[in-house]
């Protein structure tokens, strides 16, 4: 039985891994922290996690970026697993994630669904043969109004991805409007949409001489987030110190 803090209880991932739990024979909620105990949960809500000390496994974190330092030196100095769902995060806490690996395991990804994951190695190989042809790459993400960064941490990662597989050759290009001259060849084009209950939707371009190439993939509920991170807390317990992703989770299956 893996024993799971979750941060950020109240919020809505909070509450899709709370239900999502319950169900679980293998895992239990021992304890949830956030800026208020709204009474909705089954378990012992903390507003001050220095004061949550209760014996955990691993720690899942869906909440705010201004969470995340205090977080980060938490998780170090109780040696606790973290799994980072989190996006938004600035330069400097994504150094600091870093440093916290060196102490304690720290799995950090901006998407826990199976389908991004697989997308992000399929890029990697389209990128290779279509960006080499001089394919210029777009991705296009779509959110719920709710959501407060962007672009969405998956459509950095995805960027991220294809860059890795060129050298890291590309830049990234948030916004045009103030530009008048035409696109550069190694430039990823990055565009946020924010409306309704839009769960995630992420789509990248490779656009090139009379012909396009589009991947897309779509989130239709947010449990694929949630199954993700309840299986990559499983996977985290008991590991040692060190950067983890899903696909370090994908490939222990
Ligand atoms: N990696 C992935 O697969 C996914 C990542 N995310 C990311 O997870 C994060 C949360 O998403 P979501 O659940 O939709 O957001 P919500 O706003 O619904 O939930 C966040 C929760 O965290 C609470 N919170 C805010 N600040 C703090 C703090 N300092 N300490 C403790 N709790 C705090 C919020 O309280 P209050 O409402 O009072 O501010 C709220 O209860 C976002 O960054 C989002 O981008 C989301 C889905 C998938
Ligand atoms: O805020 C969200 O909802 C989501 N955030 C993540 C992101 O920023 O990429 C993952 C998912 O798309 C939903």
Known sequence: MVK????????????VISGLVEKDPDAEIVAGIDVADQGKNSYPV?????????EADALIDFSSAKATDALLAYCEKRKLPIVLCTTGLSEEQLAKVEE???NVAVLKS???????????KLLQDAAKVLATAGFDMEIVEKHHRLKLDAPSGTALALADSINEAMDNQYH???DR??????????????????GGTIVGEHEVIFAGPDEVIEFKHTAYSKAVFGKGAVEAAKFLAGKPAGRYDMSDVISAK
């Open 4 to 15: 799971i803090i979750m941060h950020g209880c109240n919020g809505h991932m909070g509450q």
């Open 177 to 194: 409007s103030q530009r008048r001259e035409m696109r550069d060849d190694k430039e990823i084009g990055i565009s946020a949409v924010r």
């Open 46 to 54: 903390y507003t001050n996690m220095e004061e949550c000390q209760v």
């Open 172 to 174: 990234y290009i948030y």
């Open 110 to 120: 901006a998407n826990m669904s199976l389908g991004i994951n697989t997308l992000m």
């Open 100 to 102: 916290t690996s060196k």
